[in-house]
């Protein structure tokens, strides 16, 4: 079976047939709770006990290579995404189709190495681009279509490299473009000088209200937030879509009075959970579905009223919870997300280590778990291509999904000279940093908080100067 944890996991791991079946009972793991040790010690064995499922995925169709996704068709690789068809390499696809080897776009259709993009149609190479077609290697475009190389922006057609052109001229020049590997390079580079001669908006998104983050849009009262949407007195945010009156969330939607919760969504007064869907009530626990009323529970459906996956009486488990909360506070437990030296993954397994690289000595350190990937050793040839990066990230070489094809082939795109994992490597780096410096508008100097640092080359606006400039 495909799983997202390596062979060395130590607990059972069930396949998604045995898994929603009917060949087990989570209630007959579980066990008394010994108010003499920590909570966390104790949890440490449980949750390695108690079966995992081995990929987080539903309602999908042809999708088996999907995580923390539901109601896709024919999808690959694909993470936190959701009703998507023939889409591949990607993170946050949500209704999409034929995208890929993009992050966060939303209701987009046939787009290549794309971030952050709304209604975008047939396009390659943008990064921030809202109801955008035909248009490639493009910064900060809304409204536009048949631009080619284009940075900052509104409602144009048949531009090159910001340069207006007439429709005829345009369609000359975009037929002679090579769309080899080496000229895809050239001409994102050349994008990447334009956008450094223009004004840079201090965020990423648009339509916030006392708000501080990036990539972030529709937001209220919500602060140090990232890729966060249509949110409402959050904190502490990323990845969080819809909450409300919520703090630190991770990798959620429609959460309220949530508090410390990952890969959570569709419930309230959730605190210190992981992946969780539909539920209320539900603390310090895992892999809870349709369940409400638990703490410390792994692995639960159609649940109420449990603690260490033990059933209790509705007023019983309300005392032993009121009991287990005061002991937790008495240890400093209580209120902390699960530690990461108990983690169900190692740190070079997770997403963590995408945004906050560490080495192997860094990680052992910290005495956090570091998996040893084993060399492969592939042969290329034939459908097996090596992967041109000297600095491989993967495992040196990588096969072309059928799908993947047809898809070059559609966009009359070079078939890619780099594995996955550097692709996405690179993809990343194109994005800001989860981080913000205090510093001030480069045009009118107020003050604002930005993931632009200090150092950087970019010439930073606040939101008024920037508008003022390209309108």
Same mark, same amino acid.
């Not at 209790?312 to 437990?333: G, L």
């Not at 945004?355 to 860094?362: I, K, L, N, S, V």
């Given at each position: 079976m495909v799983s997202i944890y390596n062979p060395d996991y130590p607990g059972p791991v069930y396949c998604h047939g045995c898994y929603w079946g009917d060949g087990w009972d989570t209630l007959d793991f579980g066990r008394d709770f010994d108010f003499s040790r920590p909570f966390f010690e104790q949890y440490k064995?449980?949750?390695?006990?108690?079966?995992?499922?081995?990929?987080?995925?539903?309602?999908?169709?042809?999708?088996?290579?999907?995580?923390q996704a539901s109601d896709n068709k024919n999808c690959y690789m694909c993470e936190a995404s959701n009703n998507n068809e023939y889409c591949l390499y990607g993170n946050w696809y949500q209704t999409?189709?034929?995208?890929?080897?993009?992050?966060t776009v939303k209701e987009c259709e046939l787009l290549y190495e794309c971030l952050d993009c709304l209604k975008c149609y047939k396009s390659g190479w943008l990064h921030t681009a809202v109801d955008c077609n035909d248009c490639f290697f493009g910064n900060d475009l809304r409204g536009c279509s048949n631009c080619f190389g284009c940075v900052n922006l509104r409602n144009k057609s048949y531009c090159w490299f910001n340069e207006q052109l007439t429709?005829?001229?345009?369609?000359?020049?975009?037929?002679?473009?090579?769309?080899?590997? %080496?000229?895809?390079?050239?001409?994102?580079?050349?994008? %990447?000088?334009?956008?450094?001669?223009?004004?840079?908006?201090?965020y990423h998104g648009g339509h916030i209200v006392n708000s501080t983050g990036d990539y972030m849009a529709f937001n209220k009262n919500s602060h140090f937030i990232y890729n966060c949407y249509e949110n409402e007195n959050l904190k502490y945010g990323q990845d969080a879509w819809v909450a409300r009156d919520s703090m630190d969330l991770t990798e959620a939607y429609d959460n309220t009075l949530d508090y410390e919760v990952e890969g959570t969504g569709w419930?309230?007064?959730?605190?210190?959970?992981?992946?969780?869907?539909?539920?209320?009530?539900?603390?310090c626990s895992e892999l809870t579905f349709s369940s409400d009323y638990l703490l410390g529970c792994v692995s639960m459906m159609n649940k109420k009223y449990?603690?260490?996956?033990?059933?209790?009486?509705?007023?019983?488990?309300?005392?032993?919870?009121?009991?287990?909360?005061?002991?937790?506070?008495?240890? %400093?437990?209580?209120?902390?997300?699960?530690?990461?030296?108990?983690?169900?993954f190692p740190y070079n397994d997770s997403i963590a280590f995408d945004?906050?690289?560490?080495?192997?000595?860094?990680v052992l350190a910290k005495g956090w778990r570091w998996y040893e990937k084993p060399k492969q050793g592939y042969k290329t040839g034939g459908d097996i291509l090596g992967c041109e990066n000297?600095?491989?990230?993967?495992?040196?070489?990588?096969?072309?999904?059928?799908?993947?094809?047809?898809?070059?082939?559609?966009?009359?795109?070079p078939l890619p000279i780099y594995c996955f994992p550097c692709r996405l490597k690179t993809r990343l780096a194109r994005r800001n940093p989860r981080k913000l410096w205090k510093r001030n508008c480069m045009k009118c100097q107020k003050e604002i908080e930005t993931s632009y640092a200090p150092a950087r080359p970019e010439i930073v606006y606040c939101e008024s100067c920037y508008n003022k400039e390209i309108a």
């Open positions: 064995v449980h949750r390695f006990t108690v079966p995992r499922i081995t990929l987080t995925n539903s309602n999908s169709v042809n999708s088996e290579y999907t995580n999409c189709k034929e995208c890929v080897d993009c992050w429709k005829e001229e345009y369609n000359k020049r975009l037929k002679n473009v090579d769309w080899s590997v %080496e000229g895809t390079q050239k001409n994102y580079a050349l994008m %990447e000088k334009l956008r450094l001669q223009l004004p840079a908006k201090y419930g309230q007064n959730n605190i210190c959970t992981s992946k969780k869907w539909t539920g209320s009530d539900v603390y449990c603690i260490f996956n033990k059933q209790y009486a509705p007023q019983e488990w309300k005392t032993m919870k009121d009991k287990i909360v005061a002991h937790m506070k008495s240890t %400093e437990e209580w209120g902390e997300f699960f530690p990461v030296a108990i983690s169900a945004y906050f690289p560490m080495t192997r000595d860094q000297g600095d491989c990230v993967g495992v040196g070489a990588f096969k072309l999904h059928p799908t993947e094809v047809e898809f070059y082939k559609k966009m009359k795109l």
